[in-house]
């Protein structure tokens, strides 16, 4: 079974420092990897999506990588603020059959960022 | 959010009643998606069309059924609800490569 995973649940640090959220994937054969971000009550917003092909894609103070061949996604917060304390989620569009641009979810990582 | 719209925002119904929710787009964009949220399960894709009138099963279809006549608007409908439905419904769209999503801002089903 294709699925993704999150570690870690649930960070909680001090305003203005850099961290790290991490997603695994059980099949190197995808699409593509996004990040979204969801606020309480909310939808999700895309934060960035790294295709196939590519290493990494940045935006701001974010930047993510993605390791397909280890099956791997980091997601790197520079600087971080309270305003960025949200859910965090990866998700991955599998490879293969009539995927359809079908997205796989973790289950996401809660990010509390006090000042 | 700009481009794909939900309603209801919130439903409150009982059980055995059949559901509706709509989600519509501006975007024109071919493929639409119905997930749901769930403590503990995270998002989960119950249908998604691929064109109008082209649908399929996802995840966690049992319950639902879908209808797409219409490239802007993708019907997602409870035919008995149930209070396992108790959820957060989430549309998504996205166009064909690089399957960049984006969401609606759901909607909250409580079945009682």
């Known amino acids: 079974k294709q699925e993704v995973t999150q570690i870690p649940a649930a960070l909680s640090v001090p305003e203005g420092e850099n961290l790290v959220l991490n997603c695994s994937f059980t099949?190197?054969?995808?699409?593509?990897l996004q990040w979204f971000r969801q606020d309480p009550g909310k939808g999700l917003t895309s934060l960035l999506l790294?295709?196939?092909?590519?290493r990494e894609q940045t935006s701001g103070r974010l930047n993510a990588s993605l390791d397909k061949s280890s099956g791997r996604s980091t997601l790197y917060i520079a600087a971080s603020q309270p305003g960025d304390s949200a859910t965090y989620l990866c998700?991955?569009?599998?490879?293969?059959?009539?995927?359809?641009?079908?997205?796989?979810f973790g289950q996401g990582t809660i990010l509390t960022v006090h000042p | 959010d700009a481009g794909i719209t939900q309603s209801p925002r919130h439903k409150v119904t009982e059980t055995g009643t059949p559901v509706t929710l709509r989600c519509h787009q501006t975007?024109?964009?071919?493929?639409m998606y119905w997930y749901r949220q769930d403590p503990g399960h995270g998002l989960r894709l119950i249908h998604y069309?691929?064109?109008?009138?082209?649908?399929d099963k996802g995840e966690v279809s049992d319950g639902y059924s879908v209808s797409r006549s219409k490239t802007e608007d993708f019907l997602l409908t409870l035919e008995s609800a149930t209070s396992s439905q108790t959820s957060v419904y989430f549309c998504?769209?996205?166009?064909?490569?690089?399957?960049?999503?984006?969401f609606g801002s759901g909607t909250r089903l409580t079945v009682v």
């Open positions: 998504a769209i996205s166009g064909t490569g690089p399957w960049g999503y984006t």
């Open positions: 099949d190197s054969a995808i699409y593509n």
């Open positions: 790294i295709q196939s092909s590519q």
């Open positions: 998700a991955v569009s599998f490879a293969g059959g009539t995927s359809y641009g079908k997205l796989t």
């Open positions: 975007e024109n964009h071919r493929y």
């Open positions: 069309s691929y064109g109008v009138k082209d649908t």
